[in-house]
């Protein structure tokens, strides 16, 4: 079983930067590709980014490429989401997630691990 905690999420102004973390245990961090998600008040979860099981491969939904970065450190069994130019239409609860079939997908249905989440709130 794995375990996601996430941790970093707070209240910044429109242009601010926030840098999320999510701490896995449970299985080797190796094996597992790591996504982020975000779910806005009254919509659903949406994909954010995704990093492959070595870091050497990303991606990035079209409305954060350019802001956002996603990395990993398997040293420290930690995925990060370096988040920068902040807007409004960023805000809501960012949640990391983990898929250990190797695969690096971006529908939430192919995710086999969740965290509890993080609130992020952008002020306009």
């Known amino acids: 079983q794995v375990q996601l905690v996430e941790s970093g999420g707070g209240l910044v102004q429109t242009g601010g930067s926030l840098r999320l973390s999510c701490a896995a245990s449970g299985l080797p961090f190796s094996w597992l590709a790591m996504g982020w998600f975000r779910q806005a008040p009254g919509k659903e979860r949406e994909f954010v980014a995704v990093?492959?099981?070595?870091?050497?491969?990303?991606y990035y939904v079209d409305s954060v490429k350019g802001r956002f970065t996603i990395s990993r450190d398997n040293a420290k069994n930690t995925v990060y989401l370096q988040m920068n130019s902040l807007k409004p239409e960023d805000t809501g609860v960012y949640y990391c997630?983990?898929?250990?079939?190797?695969?690096?997908?971006?529908?939430?249905?192919?995710?086999?691990?969740w965290g509890q989440g993080t609130q992020v709130t952008v002020s306009s």
């Open positions: 990093i492959s099981r070595s870091g050497g491969t990303t």
């Open positions: 997630a983990a898929e250990a079939t190797g695969r690096s997908p971006t529908n939430l249905r192919d995710y086999d691990y």
